[in-house]
């Protein structure tokens, strides 16, 4: 069985300071990881994923197989990074079906 | 980018009754859509995964007499619940994947419809 735990609900920084939002995983295949964010009256929409390697919004992502993580992280905070993340898992084989995590609602303040 | 459209956004209907609501793809053709659900301040739940011109394959728990998925087209889903009640208030979301896409990249989700059941 997938499981994607984000342990924290509520994360809230400064604007300017660092922000890292917490995703460990459970899957005894090879997973995709992807994360995922809502902006307010927003839909959810692809942030980044593990496989392209590439910075987001100035957002980063490595996956650990060892620890079996995909923290999310951002050196300097941005208000307009205020929205809603979610860590979602896609077994390869899975064709697109998404397990996601309960979310962490980031709030930048200034 | 891609668009998906979900109609309606928002809908109230008395318990008992049914309700439909729309998934399209508006500039793309999608072979499968997947439906969710989501509660208030909780994870979005994978309800079916719906493939155009099949059965939908639902997930674990989830009624597929309660929630009807229709996929007739390569550009429309539809979810159907039906004799609804108040537990069934809830944010329905859809996403579609890109004919030809490759990967879970290429799912693009609608804006939600929510549900409330008098």
């Known amino acids: 069985a997938q499981r994607v735990t984000q342990p924290e609900k509520l994360l809230s920084v400064f604007k300017g300071a660092p922000v890292e939002l917490k995703c460990n995983y459970s899957?005894?295949?090879?997973?995709?990881l992807f994360w995922y964010v809502q902006y307010s009256r927003q839909r959810l929409q692809l942030l980044l994923r593990?496989?392209s390697r590439e910075s987001i919004k100035g957002f980063t992502a490595d996956l650990n197989k060892g620890e079996t993580s995909f923290h999310l992280k951002k050196p300097f905070a941005q208000e307009e990074d205020s929205a809603m993340y979610y860590c979602?898992?896609?077994?390869?084989?899975?064709?697109?079906?998404?397990?996601f995590g309960e979310g962490t609602q980031l709030t930048v303040n200034p | 980018g891609a668009v998906v459209s979900q109609h309606p956004s928002w809908v109230i209907c008395k318990s008992g009754t049914s309700v439909k609501i729309e998934c399209r793809s508006l500039?793309?053709?999608?072979?499968?859509m997947f439906w969710y659900r989501q509660f208030p301040k909780q994870s979005l739940m994978l309800m079916a995964t719906s493939n155009e011109g099949s059965k939908a394959t639902y997930e674990q728990g989830v009624e597929k007499d309660k929630f009807l998925i229709n996929h007739a087209s390569l550009t429309l889903s539809t979810l159907t619940v039906t004799s609804a009640h108040p537990e069934d208030s809830s944010f329905y979301i859809c996403s579609a994947r890109a004919r030809g896409g490759r990967n879970t990249g290429e799912l693009f989700f609608g804006e939600g419809s929510r549900l409330t059941v008098l």
């Open positions: 500039d793309f053709q999608a072979t499968t």
């Open positions: 593990h496989i």
């Open positions: 899957y005894s295949g090879s997973p995709e």
């Open positions: 979602a898992l896609s077994a390869v084989t899975s064709g697109s079906r998404l397990t």
